[in-house]
């Protein structure tokens, strides 16, 4: 199959080809089989999706009316739901589950005609960001595989950045889907708290976790937005707001005001490579008569630490149901109940999964509470307030997504607190709950790819994916 470039131009392609969706499906087949080393999927379902092809293909040939999202060739990160499926959320305690429901995005998805081609390898429990944690082994960037591709939805990137689907979904709860598309060069969008159902998203820390959406291009990432977003009864954090269409014409003359956090662009981590492509988009979007405007924000070094401390707490909470009893992995040869309970979290769990889990219990503990979960809520707070601010006088945040793009596999083992602190820039989206999106625009020195990261208002999609397209179309050499 001749790769399409958008949604819209392979579904014209798809009216004169009787077979096309089961062309298209082995054709993605193939380059999963020939990219295996990358080790992006955890199962790819061959069969099924050849025969789901073929369905859709009837119903086409039929003149039956069409999903929105006919024939589109989807993979999912391994925390989302899909009924009769494993999903083991990369670790050793889920393994060989399988689920009995659907997530809400996953039923959405399959009503408008998307064809499920398999799940995707991740950070255990999505937590991470660099693929290193998973159960399953590390994720390869397809563009250098000694590099990471990113993570925690490092293999639903790579699948879209080797081309093994048309689109993935990951999760995003500190930047798992806008990290990993900047080191592998693609579009990564996570939307606002409250657009998409975490109905069947396997939750890490539920006041932060959203399903976000990789792609090649604003169109495509935007339909499938349009498709997974709304409200639902299993998910009572959903607002009720309709998405607005999103439409290249609108808004496409409009000037943006941009502003930018001045400490965040001389920030000590930020390599100096990527702090020039930012510079040189502000001065282009000048040039072109927006207005950029460089602010203050001195909680910028506090939004790491409220993160891990509020995300931990969250995820002790949550990973407290894989006792043994309920989900997954027992340990057979526990003696009495506290010994299985023991054995089987020792066992099933993952290093950093068990780090977080004990750092969350700890800020939790009654001795502490005070000192770091409240204090951490107090700067919730503050950012939220902030924020609320700042779109009162800007469209858009412009920031780095990363302060320094992919680096070598086993780099960061040593040094997790490094590793947190590179979540400098995407924690902060998920801390107010506003959209951000990371787009692709620069290529480094170091011959790796990087973007930029573009935020905007609560419930604001549309503008930021009109400001993305403006941006891709307006400043991405060719
Ligand atoms: N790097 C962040 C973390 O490890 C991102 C997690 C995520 O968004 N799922 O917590």
New binding site residues.
């Given amino acids: 199959m001749q790769q399409s470039k958008t949604i819209q131009q392979y579904q014209q392609q798809l009216a004169n080809d009787k077979n096309g969706c089961e062309n298209a499906v082995h054709s993605y087949l193939q380059k999963i089989e020939s990219s295996k080393q990358l080790n992006a999927f955890v199962e790819v379902y061959k069969e099924e999706s050849i025969e789901r092809a073929k369905e859709l293909d009837v119903k086409r040939t039929n003149r039956n009316s069409l999903g929105k999202l006919h024939g589109v060739v989807i993979a999912l990160k391994d925390v989302i739901c899909y009924k009769n499926h494993k999903v083991s959320a990369a670790s050793n305690i889920l393994k060989g589950f399988t689920s009995v429901y659907n997530s809400t995005a996953v039923e959405k998805l399959l009503a408008e005609d998307a064809i499920i081609i398999g799940n995707c390898n991740c950070?255990e429990f999505?937590?991470?960001?660099t693929n290193e944690n998973s159960a399953y082994g590390k994720v390869l960037n397809a563009l250098d595989e000694t590099k990471v591709p990113g993570?925690?939805?490092g293999g639903s990137a790579v699948a879209v950045q080797a081309g093994l689907c048309m689109i993935s979904l990951g999760?995003?709860?500190?930047?798992?889907?806008r990290?990993p598309a900047d080191f592998c060069g693609i579009i990564g969008l996570k939307p606002t708290y409250g657009r998409v159902s975490r109905h069947g998203l396997i939750a890490?820390a539920s006041s932060?976790?959203q399903i976000g959406i990789f792609g090649n291009n604003i169109e495509d990432v935007a339909l499938v937005l349009e498709v997974i977003s709304g409200e639902d009864d299993y998910d009572s954090t959903v607002a009720n707001k309709k998405i607005e269409k999103f439409s290249r014409s609108t808004g496409n003359n409009r000037t943006y005001k941009f502003a930018y956090f001045k400490n965040a662009l001389n920030h000590l981590s930020l390599d100096p490579e990527i702090k020039k492509g930012i510079e040189s988009l502000v001065q282009n979007l000048e040039k072109d008569g927006h207005s950029v405007k460089g602010i203050d924000f001195e909680l910028l070094d506090h939004i790491v630490p409220a993160?891990?401390v509020l995300?931990t707490a969250e995820a002790s909470s949550n990973l407290s149901r894989y006792d043994g009893v309920r989900y997954g992995y027992k340990e057979p040869s526990a003696g009495n109940v506290t010994d299985m309970y023991t054995k089987t979290r020792t066992k099933g769990f993952g290093k950093e999964v068990k780090r977080r889990i004990m750092l969350g219990t700890f800020v939790l503990s009654s001795g502490y509470y005070e000192a770091y979960f409240t204090k951490a809520q107090q700067v919730r707070r503050l950012l939220v307030d902030q924020t609320e601010k700042i779109f009162k006088d800007f469209d858009a945040i412009l920031i780095p997504t990363v302060p320094a793009n992919a680096f070598n596999i086993g780099a960061m083992e040593k040094d997790p607190v490094a590793?947190?602190l590179a979540?400098i820039y995407?924690?902060f989206a998920?801390l107010t709950g506003i959209p951000a999106i990371s787009i692709p625009l620069f290529k480094h020195i170091n011959n790796m790819p990087f973007g930029v990261q573009i935020m905007s208002d609560k419930f604001n999609e549309v503008t930021l994916l009109e400001i993305s397209d403006r941006i891709l179309n307006d400043y991405k050499p060719a």
């Fill in positions: 950070d999505a937590m991470g960001s993570g925690s939805s999760s995003d709860t500190g930047g798992s889907v990290q890490y932060f976790d993160y891990y995300a590793t947190y979540d995407t924690v998920n």
